[in-house]
């Protein structure tokens, strides 16, 4: 299958601080890319849509100010955590897909805010 | 998008079969079901997909009902690997196109 990779795997941050979560897609272009949200011992939660080149549709709940997220490209999609609290804290999914196929799934990335 | 239902847990011994059902019954004509796995701490893994024929890959094999209200995802020799909560997804072609995930069914393979 696909590969999609994110970066950083893990992160701390400080409280107040902005962390930018990368997601790539190594071998296709992702003309749709999908940020979730998934806290311990719970299901995935859809945060975002986002489209190579547009702006990001948002889940209702989920505050587009918060988090910022940018799809600049057919490779690559960026997550921001503005002023990240511990609440934020939490396992951070994408997946990217190409066209009408089937999407893949990113490793995640745990955030810890402190 | 269609709901689905799972139930939320199950067994099986390793090198048997492992088949995990799922009900979606309010399915519409252009939907597709959809199967993941998430392996604790990991992204989700793709499985397999179908609109209305059955499907086999190298991983699993899906069995989608007649009516397509429900389907069943089988795992032919479960291993420990195997280990994972499965998720079934129904997703329809227009629109968003948007994966929405469920509770899932937390598989345990047991030695």
């Known amino acids: 299958g696909a590969v999609v990779s994110q970066h950083p795997s893990w992160v701390i941050c400080k409280s107040g601080t902005s962390v930018k979560i990368e997601c790539r897609s190594l071998?296709?272009?992702?003309?749709?890319m999908f940020w979730y949200r998934q806290f311990p011992k719970q299901s995935l939660m859809l945060m975002a849509t986002s489209n190579e080149g547009s702006k990001a549709t948002y889940e209702q709940g989920v505050e587009k100010d918060k988090f910022l997220i940018n799809h600049a490209s057919l490779t690559l999609s960026t997550l921001t955590v503005t002023s990240a609290h511990p609440e934020d804290s939490s396992f951070y999914i994408c997946s990217a897909r190409q066209g009408l196929t089937e999407a893949f799934f990113g490793q995640g990335t745990r955030l810890t805010v402190v | 998008d269609a709901k689905t239902t799972q139930p939320p847990s199950m067994d099986c011994a390793e090198g048997r079969a492992a088949n995990l059902p799922c009900n979606h019954s309010t399915i519409s004509g252009n939907e597709y079901v959809y199967w993941y796995r998430q392996i604790h701490s990991q992204g989700p893994q793709y499985i397999i997909h179908g609109l209305k024929n059955n499907e086999t890959n190298e991983m699993a094999s899906l069995i989608i009902t007649e009516d397509r209200k429900s389907s069943t995802l089988i795992l032919p020799h479960a291993t420990l690997r195997d280990t994972a909560v499965y998720y079934c997804i129904v997703k329809g072609t227009s629109g968003t196109y948007k994966y929405i995930f469920g509770t899932g069914t937390r598989l345990k393979v047991l030695a």
């Open positions: 071998d296709f272009q992702a003309t749709t």
